[in-house]
């Protein structure tokens, strides 16, 4: 039961990292005009995008600093789930299926 519930934690994180990423790539090509904004299924797409994903990256982008129109917390978040987030959440299960608690303490 604990292994499923890991498993299906990695899987939403994966899922939430590619929306990070067609997010990233979808405002980029709205913004060269690449895609037009104003066609309803482009708009209804970059919408769930947006809000799917800007409750993080909201968040992030208030404890950075202000580098003009380049936003780097997509990359911020990606690299904070890739490094941060997985590990410990390893860390933990093992912890938790195995009794490996010095894996937590360092």
């Given at each position: 039961m604990i292994r499923i519930l890991f498993q299906l934690a990695d899987v939403v994180l994966s899922f939430y990292s590619w929306a990070i990423i067609l997010a990233a790539v979808f405002s980029l090509l709205t913004s060269f005009g690449v895609l037009d904004s104003r066609n309803r299924l482009v708009w209804t797409v970059g919408d769930f995008l947006t809000r799917i994903t800007e409750p993080v990256l909201g968040r992030?982008?208030?404890y950075m600093p202000n580098l003009g129109n380049i936003d780097i917390s997509p990359i911020v978040v990606l690299v904070l789930i890739q490094y941060v987030i997985?590990?410990?959440?390893?860390?933990?299960?093992?912890?938790?299926?195995?009794?490996?608690?010095?894996?937590?303490l360092f």
């Open positions: 992030v982008r208030r997985r590990p410990l959440l390893n860390s933990l299960y093992a912890a938790i299926e195995f009794g490996a608690w010095q894996g937590l």
